[in-house]
């Protein structure tokens, strides 16, 4: 069985017999496959109404456990954004009734950022199209073998991690 990758490594092979082109058959793959993933995570998120930056927002919210709040600065630890995108994103979120500002116990000035009843059935609906369409992604694996691929990605992923 082969693939695109493939052919463009015996391409490369014929050309450039002197170089070692493994790294290039093992992540072209994940690049292509990254780009399938992709457009699986759009399809996902629009059949629910959401952008794939909406998701991530609410999905954030969702695996906080109840009652479903963060600071809006852990909300940019946890998804990489500065703080006007967030606040963007914040209001963009609100003005859907998707999240609500709500005043913080702990600092007067401050405030949480809590997924409404509507953001946290948008974000389970979609989080289960994306589980679906992921498992049809990892389909063409043997069993067992997923797990497999993700332990030896997390190896790969794990120094570009930055999280504290």
Do not use: I
């Amino acid at each position: 069985m082969t693939d695109e990758v493939d052919r463009l490594v015996e391409a490369w092979q014929r050309e450039r017999p002197d170089l070692d082109v493994l790294p290039m058959q093992v992540l072209s793959r994940v690049t292509r496959l990254a780009r399938h993933l992709d457009r699986a995570r759009r399809r996902a998120f629009t059949e629910h109404g959401l952008e794939a930056w909406e998701f991530d927002v609410l999905s954030a919210l969702r695996r906080s456990g109840p009652p479903y709040q963060l600071s809006p600065g852990r909300l940019l630890l946890e998804t990489l954004v500065t703080s006007g995108t967030m606040t963007n994103r914040v209001d963009r979120l609100a003005a859907k009734d998707l999240v609500e500002r709500l005043p913080d116990p702990e600092d007067r000035r401050g405030v949480k950022v809590q997924l409404t009843a509507r953001g946290c059935a948008a974000v389970d609906a979609a989080l289960e199209a994306l589980l679906a369409r992921e498992r049809e992604l990892l389909s063409g694996l043997p069993p067992g073998d997923a797990a497999r691929l993700a332990s030896l990605l997390r190896v790969l992923v794990r120094p570009f991690e930055t999280r504290d």
